[in-house]
């Protein structure tokens, strides 16, 4: 891919930043684990497989597609960390969330994974330093700091857990 196909700062990584507030990568990370420490899983069991419309994913999709996510772009990460050169493929989220078998697991074993996931991930950012996380990365027609991949997985929690407490959380009635 030439250079000039590459968007620096993709309009998708504005909203990024503005979903963290400002907040630098550390700081997000650890305030992201404490949101997923704080879910209420009783609420969620009473929801259950409940969706707000047909053909919308449960609760239990939305943390495995977090979950699956989260893996990717730390993938994504850890190649541009240690220079190996690969381009990452895209992937199809559409296509994972319909073949995971999310809605057989408990929401206690997803928020647990989601958990544990979200503690490697912060282990891993924290293992990099400051050259590290100012690599730029370029994949797709993307190009973005490699602290922006980090912001992207709390980008992506917040975006889904206010979908959840907008629409799915009603539904407990």
Known sequence: MENQETKKNPAFLEYVYELNEGIELAGALKLSLKEINDIDITQLNRIGLKTYEKGKWTIHKILQHLIDWERIWCFRA?????????????????????????????IEKLVNELRIVRQSTIMMFDSFNKEILEINCKFFEYEMPLFAIGLTITAH????????QERYIPLDK
């Open 78 to 106: 850890i190649i541009f960390a240690r220079g190996e050169g690969t381009i990452p493929d895209a992937h199809d989220q559409e296509i994972m969330g319909k073949n995971s078998n999310a809605d057989e697991l408990s």
């Open 157 to 164: 929690q917040i975006h889904h857990f206010k979908i959840i």
